[in-house]
Structure formats: structure tokens, C-alpha cells
């Protein structure tokens, strides 16, 4: 007889408060905003790139298991939608941004189309597996850009705000995917809900690693970067200086071990410390 998972295991999901903002769409965005570094542009922008699409099959992954989930998690995932919409929303505007830049972003979003597409193809528990891997890299970084800001960007820039803005709400919802899968399986044995997600996050990284770079190399060669060249730069970039991922193993290595769950690294302090700035951008819920 397997007992129902209780959640969260460790800590507790803070309050979700859903800041409704707009950023700056006046000024231009230079071509190079990442720190002037073409590299490090072009792997943000296949970032920004890949959220529109992504998040709305997270919202409709969670979604799907909604009926039926205690008030609490039914409360969390409402919040969780409205801030996912809002991310959609300003990336969105960041990508149309980039564009008028003069990066040409048309073969980078069909294939991020493509990618969603064979996800929406798959049962919904999958889907929801999907989105609990992708919500976890999400956060990855989310503590990442906010512990290491100018490791990333330039903090003074004004598309730092939205990166800023966008990790705490990745950190602040971080659990509630997590927690849905959790309420949807609970009648699962342990071994087959860790094989799922296990299996599940094995691909998404592989998948995430090899597109997000592939769309950077896209970006990288519209400036002239191509060749091995292009490769080296991205492969340092990720697991050398700054190296993204290099810094992320410990965290994505956890999401396998027994007794998983996204709050037991309990980094609510980023949260308190960067959300005083968009306080006036609160929406009441």
C-alpha cells in the first residue's frame, strides 16, 4: 500500500502574488544588451525565445489535473497561470524586440513550435512531466540570474528588470507543477512516479541542451559567429565562463535523488531581496 505523497516536503510555497508589469517597449533594444557580448545575447535570446510557447503548454498541462486538487494547490495553480500568462506576455514583447534589432527569428520559433507541438501530441501525465523538468531548469536559473546577476547581464540594463522579474516568479510558483504531478499520481507507487520523471527529465535536458544552443548558434551566425568557432564559444559559455549549466549540475542532480521537492532549496530570501522593486506592479488576487 503506497501512502499519498504529502507536499511540499521541505518548506512551504510562499504566497504567489502575481505582479502585473510592462516593461519599457519604447527604447530600442540594442542589438548586443546582454553585457555587449553577442554570445551571451544570443543564448538569452534563445531563452526569451522558447517562453511564449512553453509556458502556455505548462498552463494547460496544469490545468488538466486542476479538478479535484486541494484548495490550497487549486489556489497556487490559479496564481501560477496568471503569472505564466504575464511572462508570455512581456517575452513576447522582448522577442518582437529582438527582431527589430534585425535578428531574424523565424526559423528559431518554428522550431520551437515543432518541439511543443510533439509535446501537446502526448498523454497529459506526460505533458505534466514535461512541464515539472522545464519548471525545475526554469528555476535553475531563476536562482542563478539572481545570486550571479552580472555573472549574466548587466544589471543596469532595462532588460534585466524582466529577467529579474521573471525569476522570482520562478522561484515563487517553483512547487506548484511539482505539486500538481504529485496530487496526480498519488495513487501511483513510488518507483513508477520516480521512473516518469526520472526518464522524462533525461530527455527534456538532452532536448533543452541541444535546441537552446542550436537557436544561439541561429542568432550567433546572423553577427558573423559560425563554424567550430560558434560551437567553442557556446560550449564555454555554458560549462566554462559564466557556464550556466556548469553551475547548475548540483541542482539538476538533486531533482533524481528520493524525497525530491523544488522548496527543499528554500532560496525564498531572492524573492524579499529583488521584489521591492516591482512593487507597484502588484495585481491583487
Wanted: hydrophobic share 45%; proline share 7%.
Amino acid at each position: 500500500m503506497n501512502a499519498p505523497p504529502t507536499f511540499p516536503v521541505k518548506g512551504e510555497t510562499p504566497a504567489i502574488v502575481v505582479r502585473d508589469l510592462r516593461f519599457d517597449r519604447e527604447r530600442p533594444l540594442p542589438r548586443w544588451w546582454c553585457n555587449g557580448d553577442p554570445v551571451a545575447t544570443a543564448w538569452m535570446n534563445s531563452l526569451s525565445a522558447s517562453f511564449p510557447r512553453g509556458e502556455a503548454l505548462f498552463i494547460e498541462a496544469v490545468k488538466a489535473f486542476r479538478e479535484g486538487a486541494p484548495p490550497k494547490l487549486e489556489r497556487e495553480i490559479r496564481a501560477f497561470i496568471k503569472q505564466e500568462v504575464n511572462h508570455s506576455r512581456e517575452h513576447l514583447a522582448l522577442n518582437r524586440a529582438a527582431s527589430e534589432a534585425g535578428y531574424d527569428t523565424t526559423g528559431v520559433d518554428a522550431r520551437i513550435a515543432a518541439n511543443t507541438n510533439q509535446a501537446h501530441a502526448r498523454p497529459p501525465i506526460v505533458q505534466l512531466a514535461v512541464t515539472i523538468a522545464l519548471e525545475h531548469f526554469t528555476a535553475m536559473f531563476a536562482h542563478l540570474f539572481l545570486t550571479n546577476p552580472r555573472a549574466f547581464f548587466d544589471a543596469d540594463v532595462p532588460q534585466a528588470d524582466i529577467w529579474r522579474w521573471h525569476a522570482i516568479e520562478e522561484i515563487e510558483h517553483k512547487g506548484v507543477a511539482y505539486d500538481t504531478f504529485l496530487h496526480a499520481t498519488r495513487d501511483w507507487p513510488r518507483f513508477r512516479r520516480w521512473k516518469l520523471k526520472a526518464a522524462i527529465m533525461l530527455l527534456i535536458t538532452k532536448r533543452f541542451v541541444h535546441h537552446r544552443s542550436r537557436d544561439a548558434l541561429d542568432f550567433m551566425a546572423q553577427d558573423g559567429i559560425t563554424g567550430w568557432r560558434a560551437m567553442a564559444k557556446v560550449v564555454w559559455y555554458l560549462f566554462g565562463k559564466p557556464g550556466a549549466l556548469r553551475r547548475l549540475f548540483p541542482a539538476w542532480i538533486a531533482y533524481f535523488l528520493p524525497g525530491f521537492h523544488p522548496w527543499n532549496r528554500d532560496d525564498r530570501a531572492l524573492i524579499a531581496k529583488y521584489e521591492s522593486e516591482f512593487a507597484d506592479a502588484v495585481t491583487a488576487e
